[in-house]
T-cell receptor, first 113, second 114 residues
Framework: DADVTQTPRNRITKTGKRIMLECSQT?????MYWYRQDPGLGLRLIYY???????NKGEISDGYSVSRQAQAKFSLSLESAIPNQTALYFC????????????FGPGTRLTVL | AQSVTQPDIHITVSEGASLELRCNYS??????LFWYVQSPGQGLQLLLK??????LVQGIKGFEAEFKRSQSSFNLRKPSVHWSDAAEYFC????????????FGKGTKLSVIP
């Protein structure tokens, strides 16, 4: 079984709809991250969390919110989706005090019409 | 703030030829550097990483990278490319202070001609 899973894998929605992307991990890592990938722009950090009570904004947090329901779960929400949020979204985890390697989920492809 | 530059957006090589993908970073302290690969429709897989010690690091799939502090570079190399290496490659630097985040370059897309 995959260590970092993301649901859904693909989603098409309409402008103005609320969308939630979910990430779960079985690696026991305390740090979790949400990135978005756009062609030609690489990956950019949206939010990150060091534990359940520690949530931090990344480079491009406007229009997004997150929830860390448990150590293993980190959800990303788009309260009112807009077309320029069409992108590939990745969740990642990292163990504090480890090798500083981040482990990525398979990604969620989101299309906002 | 840290940054990563991958000067080449797209590179095309013939199968069996050697490969070098360039990466330059900006970071005040000793960097933790990574190369990830993303195959079409897939997530990111770690190829190799540099933390300290030997400046030439070996990774998976026959890749290696050399850290050159004087040039602020961490170039990825492979002596003989296989068609299955066609993918997008991302260099990243880790910030150990504050956000503990990875900052990625914009990626280099590799095409392989049979």
């Amino acid at each position: 079984d995959a260590d970092v899973t993301q649901t859904p894998r693909n989603r098409i929605t309409k402008t103005g709809k609320r969308i939630m992307l979910e990430c779960s991990q079985t690696k026991g890592h305390d740090r979790m991250y949400w990135y978005r990938q756009d062609p030609g722009l690489g990956l950019r950090l949206i939010y990150y969390s060091f534990d359940v009570k520690d949530i931090n904004k990344g480079e491009i947090s406007d229009g997004y919110s997150v929830s860390r329901q448990a150590q293993a779960k980190f959800s990303l929400s788009l309260e009112s989706a807009i077309p320029n949020q069409t992108a590939l979204y990745f969740c990642a985890t990292m163990k504090a005090g480890g090798t500083n390697e981040q482990f990525f989920g398979p990604g969620t492809r989101l299309t906002v019409l | 703030a840290q940054s990563v530059t991958q000067p080449d957006i797209h590179i095309t090589v013939s199968e069996g030829a050697s490969l070098e993908l360039r990466c330059n970073y900006s970071y005040g302290a000793t960097p933790y550097l990574f190369w990830y690969v993303q195959s079409p429709g897939q997530g990111l897989q770690l190829l190799l990483k540099y933390f300290s010690g030997d400046t030439l690091v070996q990774g998976i799939k026959g890749f290696e990278a050399e850290f050159k502090r004087s040039q602020s570079s961490f170039n990825l190399r492979k002596p003989s490319v296989h068609w299955s290496d066609a993918a997008e490659y991302f260099c990243a630097v880790y910030s150990g202070a504050g956000s503990y985040q990875l900052t990625f370059g914009k990626g280099t897309k590799l095409s392989v001609i049979p």
